[in-house]
Structure formats: structure tokens, C-alpha cells
């Protein structure tokens, strides 16, 4: 199975120092994270740019953009379909719909996935994806 986990997850991850129990958990049961180059991009903007998160997770930045890589397969997206609110986040909607992934995400923007019939992407919460994988 493949997950998409958006970049505030990687945060909570990292915050949370889940981080290798859920790689560890995932892999053990075959599971694959899947990223893009964007979405890199994204985590790097998120460390470097809000002074809050960069305290919360005091791991060099690079450091935490290299573990996220080694971590993932990267994929690149094709297409954008424009049905957030906050159109930098449908690249995330993408990358769950092509690589056939699980897109975890607390946001509400991803809450209307749940009503379309198309693209058909699952979307779960971070706490229904940790009872997913059994943690």
C-alpha cells in the first residue's frame, strides 16, 4: 500500500519523534511512502520560514529533507487538478491519485476527496492513519 503523507504529518513525525516507529511499522507490513520534489521543497519552505516549527523540530533542515528522501520513493506528478482552496496543496492530490496512494492529511481543504468520484483518492486523518497501520 502506498501513503502520501502531507508535509504538516512529516512535521508531527518529526515533532512527535514517531518518526522511525512508523517507517519501521510501514515497511515491516510492505507499505511505501511516496514524495515529490515539491513536496520537499514544501518541508524545506515550512523549517526554514516559520521560526515556531524550526524550534519545534531542532534537526538541521537538510537533515530532515535527506531523511524524508531516503525514507520515500519520489514520484513526479503529471497533471494538477485545482480543487483546493489552497492550490499549492493539489500537487498532493495528485501524487496520491497516480501513484494509487492513501493521502494522509489533517487539513479540511482535502475533506471534499471524501464526496468525488473522481480523482479517487482515500484520504485519512493522522489518527485514523496511525490506528491504520496499528500503532
Known sequence: MNFV???????????????????????????T?????????????????????????????????ELIEEASEIYKPRKRF??????????LVDLAHQSKAILVSNDKDFDLLHKLKHPTVKLLTIKEFYHHIGI
Not at 511512502?33 to 534537526?59: G, N, S, W, Y
Not at 485545482?82 to 500537487?91: F, H, P, W
Request: hydrophobic fraction near 35%; include cysteine.
Open 82 to 91: 485545482a480543487l483546493t482552496q489552497d492550490y499549492k496543496d493539489n500537487y
Open 33 to 65: 511512502i511516496v514524495t515529490c520534489k515539491e513536496q520537499l521543497k514544501e518541508f524545506e519552505d515550512i523549517h526554514t520560514k516559520h521560526e515556531k516549527i524550526a524550534k519545534m523540530i531542532p534537526i538541521a533542515t537538510k537533515e530532515c529533507i
Open 5 to 31: 503523507l502531507d508535509s504538516n504529518v512529516w512535521v508531527s513525525l518529526f515533532y512527535r519523534n514517531k518518526l522511525e516507529k512508523v517507517l519501521s511499522k510501514l515497511y515491516a507490513d510492505g507499505n
